[in-house]
Structures are given as structure tokens and as C-alpha cells.
């Protein structure tokens, strides 16, 4: 039986240095850094780790590396979605062969296949490999768009261990958790699709999220699974609480302004690939100003002092 994920599961940016070359100690750092801070799952390339502007080396390197790094009890899944069903497979085999707990695949982008042929390519790449994989349904990052019937094909796979939902159906999420799959069931945090709430109350098992890059303590909380009433009222309460800063982590394509942002207070995170650019000093003072509303600063030790404040300016 394969490990499921639960609770608050991080898709990480990929930190760069000022070259632009993959900044190893940063993923050390940061994967130290939720370690402590209450994450229990990370994704290594996902679409906040900017996967689609890795090369193929960079990617196998990633997976290499940082596989051997210390995560404690946090599992360590890959991004190992490619450009086609072969090159998926390739991909989960090798991060299986490095030692990762697991991969993320979505529809190759692009070709915008339609459902049954990806439900197709889901169900190859789990007979292919013996190895816990997830799937993203992301229409908006690249058009398929599964409807629950087919979620729950793919789920009766004994490979497949979880589910993360991003589209704005909480109907679709609500029969996916009435089925009771043998899969962890977990959705985006975007406040605009508005799931989270939804996902928990019906009974999901967390989050796949995004902000916990920045605030990891409280998309824990938010990411438990509900088994008491206490879980619930401090899920809302965290959730209506850090609103101002997970509208602000989607107030431009993922992942600039987390990126952004996460460089000005300290974090180890670099600029986003090209032709992606930081955000704007306007919006990276609301994010700042944020973090002192919230007292990240406090805290988690951020620095908002001058240095935030320049890179502000």
C-alpha cells in the first residue's frame, strides 16, 4: 500500500541564483524550512516550480539532488508530467529510481487531448511504473478537463494515490468525495476558485497549495483534515485571516509574485524565468505590507526592513 499525502502539501518554486542556474542550497533551505513549519508533503516542479522552463537535464538534475536531501517525515514528490506518454513515463521512473515518494502528472500541455485519451495516458503511465502518482486537473494551464466520472476511473488505479483539483466545480469535488476513492483528495488554493472550504467540509484531505511558500504554518492548519469541530472553526479562521495574503499570491501568474516576494523578505527563491518578470514595486509593496498586517514578519523572522524596501522600489 502506498503512502497518501495528507494535510498541507507545498509545490515549491524552484530557487535560482542571480545566473540563472538552479540554486541547490536554496532547496535545501527551503526543504528544512517546512520541515519545521508543519508541511507534510512538497512538490519539486510543479507549475510554481516554473517545470515547463526546465530543460530536460535540469529537470533529471532536480530530481537527482534534491531526492538525497534531508526532508524528515515530509514526503518529496516530482513534477513528471512531459510532452507526451513516454516521456511521462521516463520521468516517474527516474524520480522512482532517485529515491523520490512520488510524482504529480497533468495532460501534457499543449495538445489539449480530450478525456478519454488522457484517462488513457493516466492509466499507461500507472501500469508503467509501481510508484505512488498523483494527478492535477488544471484546465486553465492546459485545457483538458476532467469531468468526476473520469477522476474516478483513474482513482480505482492502485497507483494512484491523489487527486488535486483546480477547476471551480465544488459539485465535482463533492461526488469525487462521495464515491470514497482510496485517494487522497486535495484541491488548489486559488481564493478565486474558492474550493478549499468546500474540499475540507466534504471531507478532502488537504490542500495542494501554492501560498504555504510563504506562509506554511497557516496553510497547515488550513490543509487538516476535518475530524473535530476544533479542525474546522481554526481551518475558517485561518483561512478568512490569511485571505489578503492568498489573494495576493494569485494577483499575477503563478509563481511571480511568491517569487518575487519571497526574495524581498529573505527567502531563497530568485527571479522567475524568463520571458516571466518579477513583479511590479507596486505589487510587491502590497505583499510586503501584507506580511506586516498578518506579523509574518514576526513571526518567521522575514526581513521587511530596507533591503525589502528597495527591491520595493
Not at 50 to 75: F, K, Q
Not at 281 to 310: H, N, T
Request: proline fraction near 6%; hydrophobic fraction near 40%.
Amino acid at each position: 500500500m502506498h503512502v497518501k499525502p495528507r494535510g498541507s502539501f507545498v509545490a515549491l518554486v524552484t530557487p535560482v541564483n542571480a545566473d540563472g542556474s538552479i540554486d541547490f542550497e536554496g532547496f535545501r533551505t527551503l526543504l528544512d524550512w517546512h520541515q519545521e513549519n508543519g508541511t507534510q508533503a512538497i512538490l519539486i516542479m510543479g507549475s510554481t516550480g516554473e517545470v515547463s522552463m526546465l530543460s530536460p537535464e535540469e529537470r533529471r538534475e532536480i530530481i537527482s539532488r534534491t531526492s538525497r536531501m534531508e526532508r524528515g517525515n515530509m514526503l518529496l514528490y516530482f513534477g513528471c508530467t512531459g510532452a507526451n506518454t513516454q516521456a511521462t513515463i521516463d520521468y516517474v521512473a527516474y524520480a522512482k529510481a532517485e529515491g523520490g515518494d512520488g510524482a504529480i502528472i497533468a495532460a501534457p500541455a499543449y495538445i489539449c487531448a480530450d478525456n478519454a485519451d488522457i484517462v488513457d495516458y493516466v492509466i499507461e503511465v500507472c501500469d508503467s511504473v509501481d510508484f505512488p502518482i498523483g494527478f492535477y486537473n488544471n484546465p486553465p494551464r492546459v485545457k483538458t478537463d476532467l469531468h468526476w466520472t473520469d477522476i474516478l476511473k483513474i482513482a480505482k488505479h492502485p497507483n494512484m494515490v491523489v487527486l488535486k483539483e483546480s477547476t471551480t466545480r465544488v459539485g465535482q469535488v463533492a461526488q469525487v468525495c462521495a464515491a470514497k476513492p482510496d485517494i487522497s483528495i486535495m484541491c488548489c488554493c486559488s481564493p478565486n476558485l474558492g474550493l478549499v472550504i468546500p474540499t475540507m467540509a466534504l471531507g478532502g484531505d488537504g490542500t495542494a497549495n501554492m501560498t504555504g511558500n510563504v506562509i506554511p504554518r497557516e496553510m497547515a492548519v488550513i490543509s487538516k483534515k476535518w475530524e473535530t469541530g476544533e479542525d474546522a472553526f481554526a481551518c475558517r479562521e485561518a483561512w478568512l485571516r490569511n485571505l489578503p495574503m492568498l489573494h495576493f499570491a494569485y494577483a499575477a501568474i503563478n509563481p511571480v509574485t511568491v517569487k518575487t516576494l519571497m526574495q524581498a523578505i529573505g527567502l531563497p527563491a530568485g527571479p522567475p524565468r524568463k520571458p516571466l518578470k518579477p513583479a511590479n514595486p507596486e505589487l510587491l509593496r502590497k505583499g510586503l505590507d501584507i506580511v506586516a498586517a498578518l506579523g509574518l514578519d514576526q513571526a518567521y523572522g522575514f526581513d521587511i526592513g530596507s533591503r525589502a524596501m528597495q527591491a520595493a522600489e
